[in-house]
Structures are given as C-alpha cells and as structure tokens.
C-alpha cells in the first residue's frame, strides 16, 4: 500500500530520527558520570590528565576526605604528622606499548579482551610537626572509564569518526568495558533525599524492649551524593531516640541530648519550637515534658558539657589522638554523622541551627504519626522514592576508597611504632612513600565492583544490598540492549523480604512495566 505522495506505507523510521530520544535514553548515565570526572573533555590526548579541583564531584568528595593526625610521641622519637589528599586527576584511557598513537579505544577493548581504563593519580601531602608542606604524587590504579564520557576519546566523535573507529554510527555509551565485556551499572531506587519519612515497620520494634514499630526516617545527601540516614524512633514510655549508624554499627542517642548539643538552647526554648502554640495537645505537651525531665538526669548543664559528654562516649568508637579534646570528637560527629546535607562551607553555627530545625520537625512528625493525626508515608510510591545513578554511586565508591588508604597509612604507621619503633622515621620522604606504596590498588577494586556488581565496603555506603549492581550489556536484539537502560531496578534487598503485607499498585505507578512483557 502506498500513501497519496507515493511513499510506501508502514516503512521503517530511519535511525537518525531516534537519535534525539535516544541521546535522552543514556544522558542520565553519562552526565552521572561526567559529574563525577568534570571537565568538557575537549582535548582528548594520551598524555592529558585532566585537574578536576574545581567542578567536579570527585573533587567535592576529597575536599570532604578526613585530615590524618599522628601525635608527637617523645618516648618514642617521633615528631607530629599530618598527612591529607590534596588532589586527585583522572587521565584518558592509554596503551601499555609503544604504538605512536598511544589512545586506547573502545573497539579494541573489546576484539582484545582488554577494560578501557584510564590512569588514576593521588596527590598526598604531608606536614611533619611545624615544618613545611611536602607533596607526593602516587599512581593509585586504573580506573574503569565510561564509553562517551568527558573522559573517552569519543565523546565529541561524529557519525564518521565513529565508523572509522569501528563503532556504531549511533553509539551512545553509557556503559564500562572490563576484559572484553560491555557492562552497566543498574539504575537504582532510593529513598527521596531530604524528606522525613513516617514509616510504621515491625522491624523498628526490635531496636530493643521500649522500641515500637513507629518512626521518622530522612535520607540525607551530601553535595559529592554520598549519604548518611538518619532516624528517629518513638519508645513506649513516649520518649524519642535518634538512631544513626557507623560503619555499619547502629548507634541511639537521645534526641533532647541531640537538640542540646546542637545549639545553646532552654528548655522553655525547645518546648516552644516543639510545641508551637499547641498546648491544648496533651499527648504532646506531657511528652515532651517527659523527654525534658529525662536529659535533666545526666547533670550536663550547657552545650560544651553535652558535647564532651558524647565525645567521651565515642572515643572508643572513632579512636582519635589523645590530644582531640571530647568536645572535638563530640562536634566532628555530629558533623559527619547527622544531617549531613547541612555542610555550608564556613559556618558550623548556621548548619547546627538547620539541623536543630530539622529535628525539631522529625519529632513532630513522629508525634503526629504516634498520635494518628497523619498516616504513615508510602516508600512503594513514586514521590517518595529517587534513583541513584551509575556515576554517584560510583563517586561514592571511590571516595571511600581514597579514605580507606589515609586510614591503611595511619594504621601502618600505628603498627610499626608497636612492633619496631626504629623502623618509623617520619621525617623522611623514602618512608612515608613506602607507606603509600603498600595500599590497595583502588583502581583494581572499583575494577572488581563493575565486574562482579558486588559491594566490599567497610560503611556499606548507607545502602541496602551488597551485590547485584551491574549487569551485562546484552545485545541479542536492540530493544533487550535499550531495556538495560531504561529499566529501574528496586534492589536485590527487596527479593529476600519476607512479608504478606499487600503492595498496592498506586495510580501514580500506571505505565510502570517491564517493556518485555509487552513485546510478548
């Protein structure tokens, strides 16, 4: 059948009109991963290694990373040390011979077996007691690189220029290859960020014997996407306690010690924030009455009491020298521990008092829901739920690694002042470079990460599963490879819930199925 201009009828779309919706398809892997790197990569040569210190996420995660601080121990000769990640730069994909064109392509990946990897390159520093600052570049692997990425050699490429490399002409990326193999790390459901969340789960209740099933829970994210979530649980005596977790221990404060510590408050202050103008609610005021009642047990008059009161407490946990004070060690976990989207540069008093303001709400949201004024929050529904996207989980894993080796050098240095004191000679470089020369591959483990889509991590990076996170790109037909993309996975955690509760099918969730069922 032809058409009146005579075109034949119900012929195929040609590819080129796809390519907008098609470039949409795999933007959000692709920008998720130029976030990460920054840089418009305009320049592609072999020899680039691109400073990402001023735009880019990885640059935001070191900025973050912990400063290593080693006291002066006289008995033993050694001066004060603190060392720190000053920078980090990510390379272009290279070969390992001596070919005069050294870039390393996508397709020779693949017909050789090899993971298109572009050198990784730490820059510590080091001051050793007053002296001068001393800098110390290592290459600290290779890290895996995405297909048409800032950092790819095919990132501007035309059409021509794609075919000449022997890739497709639409060729969009968005994907690793490791050993020959196309990989994808999976789209990933998440709790919404920055929301509290009232969520009724029989498992809060097993927090201990005053725990009920009742609590507040908000997902909070730092600028670099990592993230730290925080909880707030509703006891039978009426009480609420603060849950936070670290290194994959769960850790319960009360919230009226939190609140306190936060900021130099009265009690009248904090009634009256919780309150607000409620007094006829006495669920409310007899509560909160009692939690005030409480914190008046422990004899911690003022703010710096309080603050050493924690510090003291967790010293045992975070293990710093004997010359960070409690207040210190009180004041740096808050900072890192809660809240953690409250980071203004600068201005500790002004995140304090956003997150004093923060809380405040979470307990009258958790009142609310003990007393049934609101109904608890649905994480099946859609507005309560975001995606976290290959490139910031991938930031997340790196940033953590470049931590666990400023910790792996501490830790060293530790052990060889206990088991040969001699041997630590801190004021001289050949020393020091041998300490970072023995830490982990951290090209190697993320290597191993989008390989085997499982997890090894000492924090568990405030998510739910451990492995499960990449598959394989498969292209038996080209709408199998676009499902791998589109396709938003719920977690591997939730295939080993055993529950009967019934999971109601929003509205909102209409149109929410596999696209395969349909081509069936």
């Known amino acids: 059948m032809s058409a009146p201009d005579g075109k034949p009828t119900g012929s ?61 121990r006289a008995e033993l000769g050694t001066p004060s040390i603190r060392f720190w990640i000053e920078q980090v730069q990510v390379g272009y994909p290279t070969k390992q011979d001596d070919a005069a064109d050294t870039r390393l392509f996508p397709n020779e990946c693949r017909e050789r077996g090899l993971s298109y990897c572009a050198p990784l390159m730490v820059t ?28 790819c050699h095919l990132q501007h490429a035309s059409k021509d220029e794609l075919l000449k490399r022997h890739e497709e002409a639409e060729e969009q990326g968005g994907y690793f290859i490791v050993n020959g193999n196309e990989r994808m790390v999976r789209l990933l459901i998440t709790t919404k960020r920055h929301y509290p969340l009232a969520m009724v789960r ?55 010690l939190v609140l306190k510590a936060l900021m130099d408050v009265t009690d009248r202050q904090i009634y009256d924030h919780i309150i607000q103008g409620q007094s006829n609610n006495a669920f409310l005021t007899d509560r909160v009455e009692l939690m005030l009642r409480a914190a ?27 010359s960070v004070s409690d207040e210190q060690i009180g004041r740096d976990l808050i900072r890192e521990n809660l809240f953690v989207h409250c980071c203004s540069q600068g201005s500790e008093e002004l995140n304090n008092k956003q997150k004093y303001f923060i809380l405040i709400h979470m307990i009258q949201k958790c009142y609310a829901l003990a007393q049934g ?18 490139g910031h989980l991938y930031n997340m894993i790196l940033k953590e690694k470049l931590e666990e080796c400023l910790v792996g050098i501490k830790q060293q240095i530790l052990l060889d002042l206990r088991l040969n004191p001699s041997k630590v000679q801190l004021s001289k ?13 951290i090209g190697r483990a993320v290597h191993y990460f989008i390989v085997t889509g499982n997890l090894i991590s000492p924090s568990g990076l405030d998510l739910m599963q451990v492995s499960g996170y990449t598959v394989m790109a498969e292209k038996l ?44």
């Open 12 to 72: 195929p779309v040609a590819p080129s009109a796809f390519v907008p919706s098609l470039k949409d398809l795999f933007k959000p892997h692709v920008d998720s991963f130029n976030f990460m790197m920054g840089g418009g990569g305009a320049t592609s040569s072999s020899h680039d290694l691109v400073d990402t210190s001023q735009t880019s996420g990885l640059a935001t995660a070191v900025q973050s990373l912990p400063v290593m601080q080693l006291d002066e």
């Open 373 to 390: 004024q609101i109904k608890p929050d649905n994480p099946d529904a859609l507005h309560c739920q975001e995606v976290l996207l290959p």
């Open 429 to 441: 470089d050949k020393y020091f470079r041998s300490l970072v020369d023995i830490q982990k591959d």
């Open 124 to 151: 510590f520093n080091r001051r050793v007691g007053d002296g001068p600052v001393e800098t110390y570049t290592k290459r600290m692997g290779l890290l895996p690189i995405m297909v048409r990425s800032s950092r």
């Open 296 to 322: 008046h047990t422990t004899k911690l008059k003022d703010r710096k009491a309080i603050l050493s009161y924690i510090g003291k407490t967790f010293r045992i946990v975070l293990r710093p020298e004997n």
């Open 202 to 256: 029989p498992a809060f209740g097993k927090r201990g014997p005053e725990y009920t099933n009742l609590a507040v829970q908000m997902r909070c994210v730092r600028p670099d996407q990592s993230s730290k979530t925080v909880t707030v649980h509703y006891l039978q005596t009426g009480s609420l306690n603060l849950r936070f977790s670290y290194r994959k221990n769960e850790y319960f404060l009360p919230v009226m």
């Open 477 to 520: 037909n080209y709408f199998r490879y676009l499902s791998h993309f589109r396709s938003v996975h719920r977690g591997q955690f939730f295939t080993t819930m055993k529950t009967t509760e019934v999971r109601k099918l929003l509205p909102e969730s209409f149109g929410f199925f596999c696209v395969s069922t349909i081509v069936k």
